[in-house]
C-alpha cells in the first residue's frame, strides 16, 4: 500500500477524441482522489466542435493545501490518446513531466522519453469492450502515480458505476494495473523524468 504523499500542486491533462471517455475518466479520478484519498482537486473540461470524432480534453489539478488557481497550465503528467492531442498539448508538459500515449494511436511522439500502452486493443480484446479503455488507462494511473492507491481508487470507480457495468469495468481496471507494473514498472512514476535523460528535443 502507498503511503498518502504531500503534493503542493500536480496538474494533469487528458487529452484524446470525443467518444474515448476522457471526460468520465477525469471526473473518476478526481472524485477518488478527492473524497477516498483526501486532496483537494479542481477539473475543468472542453470539447471540440463534436461531441463524438471532436477533440475533447479533461484537466485535473490536485494539492494537500489550497488550490488557489484552477486551471492546469505547466503538465506534470499528460494523457494523450490521440495523435492530435499528443501534438496539441505536448507543449503544455513541464520539463520533468511524464507523457503517457495510446500507443496504437499515436504513432510519432513528439519525444523518445514516454510510457505508452495500446489501451484500446486490450479493453477490446482483453475485455470485450472498446469502451472500457479509460477504465484501462485509469487503472495504469493508479500504478504509475505515487500518490495513488489502489484499492482506494478501484473503490471509487465501483461506487460510481451502475452495477451492469461495475464487473467489466474493475476487469478492466485490474488490467490497466497489473499491464503497467509489468510494462513500466512498479516505480515509474518516480524514476521516469526528463531530467534523468537530458533535455528534450
Not at 469502451?131 to 465501483?158: D, Y
Request: hydrophobic share 40%; with cysteine.
Amino acid at each position: 500500500m502507498k503511503a498518502q504523499q504531500e503534493l503542493d500542486r500536480f496538474e494533469i491533462r487528458f487529452s484524446g477524441l470525443g467518444g474515448q471517455g476522457i471526460i468520465t475518466l477525469g471526473k473518476i479520478m478526481g472524485q477518488g482522489l478527492a473524497l477516498g484519498h483526501g486532496y483537494n482537486v479542481t477539473q475543468t473540461q472542453s470539447y471540440g466542435p463534436e461531441a463524438r470524432g471532436g477533440s475533447s480534453k479533461c484537466d485535473l489539478v490536485i494539492s494537500s493545501k489550497r488550490i488557489s488557481y484552477p486551471k492546469a497550465e505547466s503538465l506534470d503528467l499528460l494523457v494523450a490518446l490521440s495523435q492530435e492531442a499528443c501534438n496539441a498539448y505536448f507543449p503544455y508538459l513541464k520539463k520533468g513531466g511524464i507523457l503517457v500515449i495510446e500507443s496504437d494511436l499515436v504513432k510519432q511522439p513528439p519525444t523518445n522519453q514516454f510510457l505508452g500502452l495500446p489501451f484500446t486493443a486490450l479493453a477490446k480484446d482483453k475485455i470485450g469492450i472498446a469502451q472500457a479503455m479509460n477504465t484501462v488507462v485509469l487503472g495504469a494511473l493508479s500504478c504509475l502515480l505515487p500518490f495513488i492507491n489502489q484499492a482506494t481508487m478501484r473503490k471509487s470507480l465501483e461506487s460510481v458505476l451502475p452495477p451492469k457495468i461495475r464487473a467489466v469495468n474493475t476487469k478492466a481496471f485490474n488490467l490497466g494495473h497489473r499491464l503497467a507494473k509489468k510494462e513500466w514498472g512498479e516505480d515509474a512514476g518516480e524514476v521516469w523524468r526528463v531530467e534523468e535523460y537530458g533535455e528534450i528535443d
